[in-house]
């Protein structure tokens, strides 16, 4: 049988798929995007298994199941979620801030900081495409940036007056809990019929993390780093986390209101 996931090329993710293969009769068809895409792939039905953005999951929880203790998940700093700015974050009152389109849970962890840790409630938020980034970050934002290109322009700014405000420092700072951007999850009705196959995988994801993050082998010590900073489990303290992220999304208009995941069993 046929298996389809979502795979995203972005650095933080190596450890679910380096040497993740096709096992017991099963073929892993990988299709990749962004983590905005593979969203819609899953939820539409287009793949079976995919890491998501967190958001995604509460939005439509009735479409999906989690796999159990894996997550990707930052606690002091996320290194790759960030706001570039020229000023200080006090000074976006009334600003126009822009986005890239390829996680809605950092845009809403942005939208939630702004307007209830530092009561900026006047902001808003619009979508732009990646030929324009480049315009906007020498322009010193506001601008919110992701992935590999956001560690990219957190490098190249370390030395500039524009300054780049790490998302996932920012949450930690305010609530002292980690902060989760992505879960696996498989669809239900797949997961209904292939029990047995889904949860293989899910074990065959786990050996798979564990194994390459303890032999990194990557070139520079900041890559080497930068991935040993996150936390790809999902224990209580992340669900905790977690569920903070969704209690404010919902207050805002993010999502719906969920008190809880449901797992495979």
């Given at each position: 049988m046929n298996m389809r996931i979502g795979k995203t090329n972005y650095l933080n993710a190596t450890p679910f798929y380096n040497g993740l293969a096709s096992e017991n009769g099963v073929k892993f068809d990988f299709v990749e995007g962004a983590p905005s895409v593979l969203n819609e792939l899953v939820r539409n039905g287009k793949i079976e298994v995919s890491l998501i953005s967190s958001l995604e999951y509460s939005k439509?929880?009735?479409?999906y199941f989690v796999l159990p203790g894996l997550s990707i998940s930052s606690r002091e700093a996320s290194q790759s979620v960030g706001l570039i700015w020229k000023g200080e974050i006090a000074e976006l009152h009334g600003?126009?801030?822009?986005?890239?389109?390829?996680?809605?849970s950092s845009v809403a962890l942005l939208d939630i900081l702004l307007k209830e840790r530092y009561e900026i409630t006047n902001t808003s938020l619009s979508p732009v495409n990646p030929e324009e980034l480049e315009k906007i970050v020498a322009?010193?934002?506001?601008?919110?940036?992701i992935g590999d290109r956001a560690l990219e322009l957190r490098n190249q700014l370390e030395n500039s007056p524009v300054h780049y405000y790490d998302l996932g420092t920012l949450w930690w700072e305010?609530?002292?809990?980690?902060f989760c951007f992505a879960l696996w999850v498989v669809r239900k009705d797949f997961y209904e019929a292939n029990k047995e196959t889904v949860k293989q995988f899910a074990e065959a994801l786990k050996k798979r993390v564990k194994e390459n993050l303890s032999r990194i082998s990557v070139s520079g010590e900041d890559t080497k780093d930068y991935l040993l900073?996150?936390?790809?489990?999902?224990?209580?303290?992340i669900l905790q986390g977690l569920?903070?992220?969704y209690e404010r999304a919902a207050k805002l208009g993010w999502t719906k209101r969920i008190k809880d995941l449901?797992?495979?069993q």
């Open positions: 439509s929880p009735e479409k600003r126009e801030i822009f986005f890239l389109r390829d996680s809605y322009e010193g934002g506001p601008v919110m940036v305010w609530l002292k809990m980690p900073n996150f936390d790809y489990g999902l224990d209580m303290d569920f903070l992220f449901e797992f495979i």
